[in-house]
């Protein structure tokens, strides 16, 4: 079965140094999510793809978070430089139906998320 | 803005018995989908049941069934016969048709004792 593969699972940094996720989507997926999810709360959505574009990335903080899916698969986020509030597991999930599809129930996949630790 | 409150941080049920997770949301669209997600410990989170608002049945999954209550906004999980596999965190989400982004509860923390 077809899942979301995300690396590292486990990531440590100190505050000020760049930390990187990657994210390779369920093949074939069109739109590609990543959720920030703080211990004891449920995810929240930081930057949506459709392909390669950005369409949403309103709660992203684009002074220190940056996010790419260059060729319409795999995708990077990137934080730079990390603050001790960064602490959290990072979620990427793909659905197979793209943004504009009105009215389509599609299901969002979760890969295992990658942790982060920022001392 | 779209809002999706859990008031049970906690629940927990003896196997076999059956529990219900309470979920409520505050919208002011028509057109929109709500699931019940589960995220097991150190496991990635799967999707459970979904239940689309323009349909007046309640969703039902094997040993998982919803009770949907559209004019109360509320959106309740009943899981039946209760195993030692269930126990996880649950979170409730609700999705505005035609957008993609969900929108997450707290989650309630399920405990089955033995």
């Known amino acids: 079965e077809a899942e979301v593969a995300q690396s590292p699972r486990y990531k440590i940094t100190e505050k000020s140094q760049a930390v990187a996720f990657w994210c390779d989507p369920i093949?074939?997926?069109?739109?590609l999510y990543w959720y920030r999810q703080i211990l004891g709360q449920g995810p929240e959505l930081l930057v949506q793809?459709?392909?390669?574009?950005?369409?949403?990335d309103s709660q992203l903080p684009k002074d220190r978070f940056s996010a790419e899916r260059l060729k319409g698969v795999d995708s990077t986020l990137k934080i730079q430089p990390a603050e001790l509030g960064d602490s959290a597991m990072y979620l990427c999930?793909?659905?197979?139906?793209?943004?504009?599809?009105?009215?389509?129930?599609?299901?969002?996949?979760f890969g295992p998320g990658t942790r982060l630790t920022v001392l | 803005a779209q809002t999706v409150t859990q008031s049970q941080p906690e629940m927990s049920v003896q196997e076999a018995e059956t529990v219900t997770l309470s979920c409520t949301y505050d919208?002011?669209?028509?057109?929109?989908?709500l699931f019940w997600y589960k995220q097991p410990p150190s496991r990635q989170m799967i999707l459970v049941i979904r239940?689309?608002?323009?349909?007046?049945q309640n969703a039902t999954e094997n040993r998982f069934s919803v009770n949907f209550q559209k004019a109360a906004k509320s959106f309740s999980l009943k899981i039946s016969d209760s195993q030692l596999g269930d126990a996880a965190m649950y979170f409730c989400?609700?999705?505005?048709?035609?957008?993609?982004?969900?929108?997450f509860g707290q989650g309630t923390r399920l405990t089955i004792n033995p």
């Open positions: 999930a793909s659905s197979l139906a793209g943004f504009w599809n009105r009215g389509v129930t599609d299901t969002q996949y």
């Open positions: 093949s074939g997926h069109a739109t």
């Open positions: 793809f459709q392909d390669e574009s950005v369409v949403d």
């Open positions: 919208t002011s669209e028509s057109d929109y989908y």
């Open positions: 239940q689309e608002a323009y349909k007046q």
């Open positions: 989400a609700y999705r505005v048709g035609g957008a993609q982004k969900l929108v």
